[in-house]
């Protein structure tokens, strides 16, 4: 095994966020919009969306090795999900908890005079299905409207702001964006004091009330007002016009913090904030070093994180809040000390699939890949929640249910560890390819063992070509007939471990897997042989004598051998403890004081 590297003190490398997301946003919707067209070119002709799983088994000499055609996410039956994690949705039936969408204008019809009534609704509606809630609480926004999806964006502030702050509804601040957003000045002090002070109320009626799963906390952007981040033109107009300077931002938002943690004392892990740090600023650097240190104060007081945007599920790779850097050969490192991880909120939003988003990411029939990619990024990142859809939840069920049963575990915990095998070109990181999501299982190159990218795709956005490999495989030409893997020194394996290999059937090949016994002698598996039927199947090897301690070159602990002729491609690989129980995440005390 090997110790994943702590990066809490790495220097993170300076990033032109803005023209990233852009280049992504290119790259996402032209592969969308070319894999619904069918002009997409898929090398070995596999299919990548989810093939309906059927159990099979190979038979060779005295030894049986179980197989599914598909992808394989059962884990032990003893696993159990974790308290205070899951999925986030109204209609969804795997939802803990469902999602509210209120506003300020909903709790505060006169300056003062505060009204429960529609977040008491909600909650019993939501209890009478088994579920609590989660606040989508919003504050900011007057209005704004998208001709291109009809999509309107309502009032959240209360009539009475405009009146007693002579506030005119044609000349408010405007953040631009997709929806034409417009906001009032809740920077200036009084209005901001007033919101703090609904939001002193609202904790005290509800902070306690188990109904109330979670609360975000938000700031400003273009994303209907709510989050935090903007791009120019419309950052240096509000900066001239209206006076919001990062200093302003940050003495706004950390005001708003100090209401929250007043209103949520000891159970301040409930609550999200909506922020990054640093954010998308388009190049401000003072403004997204304002954006840091709100995020470094929202952990502070104990708050966690909800970010956006998964769905591009490269977007994050390096990111303050994500626990998330690149390594120098495009490998993607997760700080395990990052707050987020210890207990309190951490999720994301991955509901944007179906017809409803087709406007954005071309044809529905590319979900099935961005989902699987999406969920399995939030595993990687260690997430407890994420917010979903009923279009979502129906795509890949196993997977949903493989997640739900994931979130929330740590290292000592989990039932399993894993890496999702790919590679793609991302520059904006400084490495030329980023490799692979992993989960305390880590794939690395070494001597004989150098991997190829394999299972191509093209894409042709006409501002650029782009690829993305999908699986590696080995490279049998050169000598690498080796796949090599390490499990993090933390993830102690029970006396039985199962080995799961999701591989594509696309070569006429031999291969096992092998793996140092308890007494130091090198063991191996049954060999499977390949069929050449451009399927793909997970075989599952159960190991009782495995004895993971470094004992391959650069402390690997176990290896996929390629016997030939072809070659092995591989893309994902699980090793699960059979245990009959399972304890709870050890970082997890979610009781106040």
């Known amino acids: ?125 939501l209890a009478a299905q088994g579920k609590t809630g989660s606040l989508h609480l919003q504050s900011i926004t007057t209005g704004g409207y998208n001709p291109d999806n009809g999509i309107s964006v309502s009032r959240e502030v209360p009539d009475w702001i405009f009146t007693y702050y002579d506030l005119d509804p044609e000349n408010l601040p405007t953040v631009g964006g997709t929806f034409n957003i417009t906001v009032i000045p809740q920077w200036q002090p ?42 120019q033109p419309y950052l240096n107009t509000i900066e001239a016009d209206w006076g919001l300077t990062p200093t302003v931002m940050y003495d706004w938002l950390s005001a708003r913090m100090d209401a929250y943690t007043e209103a949520f004392a000891g159970v301040e892990y409930k609550v999200a904030w909506v922020g990054m740090g ?48 690149v390594d120098d050969d495009g490998y993607i490192i997760i700080d395990e000390d990052s707050p987020n991880f210890d207990g309190r909120y951490w999720g994301e939003e991955n509901e944007e699939y179906g017809e409803a988003w087709e406007w954005r990411y071309g044809s529905k029939h590319s979900d099935p890949y961005r989902y699987r990619m999406s969920v399995m990024r939030a595993l990687q990142a260690r997430m407890r929640w994420l917010w979903t859809s009923e279009a979502g939840e129906e795509i890949n069920p196993g997977l949903s249910e493989y997640a739900r049963l994931s979130f929330g575990k740590d290292v000592y915990n989990s039932p399993d560890a894993w890496t999702l095998l790919f590679e793609s070109p991302i520059s904006s990181y400084g490495v030329d390819q980023v490799r692979n999501f992993e989960r305390w299982l880590l794939q690395r190159d070494i001597t004989g063992g150098v991997t190829v990218p394999s299972l191509l795709y093209y894409f042709d956005a006409g501002a650029g070509s782009y690829t993305h490999y999908t699986a590696r495989r080995t490279d049998i030409a050169t000598g690498n007939n080796y796949i090599y893997f390490a499990l993090d020194d ?84 699980r090793l699960i403890r059979i245990s009959d129980t399972f304890p709870p995440a050890t970082i997890n005390d979610l009781t106040a004081e």
């Open 490 to 573: 933390s993830f102690i394996p029970t006396d039985t471990v199962q080995i799961k290999v999701e591989m594509i059937d696309n070569s006429q090949t031999d291969w096992h897997l092998e793996y140092y016994d308890n007494g130091g002698a090198l063991a191996s598996t049954t060999t499977i042989s390949n069929s050449n039927d451009d399927r793909v199947k997970t075989y599952t090897f159960t190991i009782h004598d495995a004895n993971f301690a470094n004992q391959f070159d650069s402390d690997m602990d176990f290896r996929l051998v390629n016997d030939g002729p072809g070659d092995l491609t591989a893309r994902w690989v």
């Open 1 to 125: 095994m090997v110790q994943i590297q702590t990066l809490k003190n790495r220097h993170s490398r300076s990033l032109a966020l803005f023209f990233c997301l852009a280049a992504l946003l290119v790259f996402a919707v032209a592969f969308l919009f070319i894999n619904s067209n069918n002009s997409l070119t898929k090398k070995n002709n596999v299919e990548i969306s989810q093939q309906k799983a059927e159990s099979h088994t190979v038979v060779l000499g005295s030894s049986t090795v179980p197989f599914v055609e598909g992808e394989d996410y059962s884990l032990p039956d003893t696993v159990e999900a974790e308290d205070f994690s899951g999925y986030v949705c109204g209609n969804c039936d795997n939802s803990v908890s469902g999602s509210m969408w209120l506003g300020w204008n909903d709790f505060e019809p006169e300056r003062g005079v505060y009204d429960w009534s529609s977040l008491e609704s909600r909650l019993a509606n």
């Open 190 to 231: 009084e209005i901001g004091g007033d919101f703090n002070n609904m939001v002193r109320a609202l904790g005290e009626a509800y902070a306690d009330d188990p109904r109330l799963e979670s609360i975000y906390l938000h700031g400003i952007s273009e994303s209907r007002g709510e989050e935090l981040w903007m791009t």
């Open 278 to 325: 640093p954010s998308w600023f388009q190049g401000r650097t003072d403004f997204e070093g304002a954006s840091t240190n709100l995020l470094y104060y929202a952990w502070s007081k104990g708050f966690g994180n909800r970010n956006g945007g998964i769905e591009f599920y490269f977007w994050h790779i390096e990111q303050t809040s994500w626990g998330s850097t």
